[in-house]
């Protein structure tokens, strides 16, 4: 399993990035998938999950109606959409996949995450 | 939202030595609870789902325990790989939640 994410970098306040996890090693079309981030020195925070086909996304509160989750299971990638970011969303951006495991679904498979840094 | 809430936040402990960190949700979230290991710079690593499933290749002297809203995670003979923050998080609902992490040192 191999989970690699891209677009990173730096941004002002109010700008846009989107972020990309390419995937590999697993059917991708088959599990839900997860963003996950870290702030510098900092705990762990979910960001959102969308289901295998698609068609369910759910968002923490701190990003929903900012951040959309989606995914192109014939390319085998997810996106994160980041619009009216704000410094606080300063943080390293990890794609996770949701295993299945007897109904619980914990982060089983993780990328090596991608820095976003918003700062004027 | 559930919470999560970890304790101690930062544990000091020799090779060889027995630690337990305890995890408590804000609700009855049954056994969905997971638990990650961070080293500096690296991406988590997942150890246990489920609250007591080891997950394959984790070493034995990992365990996890609990139900309801009290959890823990005990390693039983500490390595000097073992060093690291471990994090607890609920997969009962979302939004998902982790808690804040408990800092394992040596001494």
């Known amino acids: 399993v191999q989970l690699v994410e891209s677009g990173g970098g730096l941004v002002k306040p109010g700008g846009s990035l989107r972020l990309s996890c390419a995937a590999s090693g697993f059917i991708f079309s088959s599990y839900g998938m997860d963003w996950v981030r870290q702030a510098p020195g900092k705990g762990l925070e979910w960001v959102a999950v969308i289901s295998y086909a698609g068609t369910n996304e759910y968002y923490a509160d701190s990003v929903k109606g900012r951040f959309t989750i989606s995914r192109d299971n014939a390319k085998n990638t997810l996106y994160l959409q980041m619009n009216s970011l704000r410094a606080e969303d300063t943080a390293v951006y990890y794609c996770a996949s949701s295993g299945n495991y007897g109904g619980n679904n914990p982060f089983d498979h993780w990328g090596q995450g991608t820095l976003v840094t918003v700062s004027s | 939202d559930i919470q999560m809430t970890q304790s101690p936040s930062s544990l000091s402990a020799s090779v060889g030595d027995r630690v337990t960190i305890t995890c408590r949700a804000s609700?009855?979230?049954?056994?969905?609870v997971n638990w990650y290991q961070q080293k500096p710079g690296k991406a988590p690593n997942f150890l246990i789902y489920?609250?007591?499933s080891l997950q394959s290749g984790v070493p034995s002297r990992f365990s996890g325990s609990g139900s309801g809203t009290d959890f823990t995670l005990t390693i039983s003979s500490l390595q000097p790989e073992d060093f690291a923050v471990y994090y607890c998080q609920q997969s009962y609902t979302t939004p998902y939640s982790f808690g804040q992490g408990t800092k394992l040192e040596i001494k």
């Open positions: 489920g609250a007591s």
């Open positions: 609700q009855s979230i049954s056994t969905y």
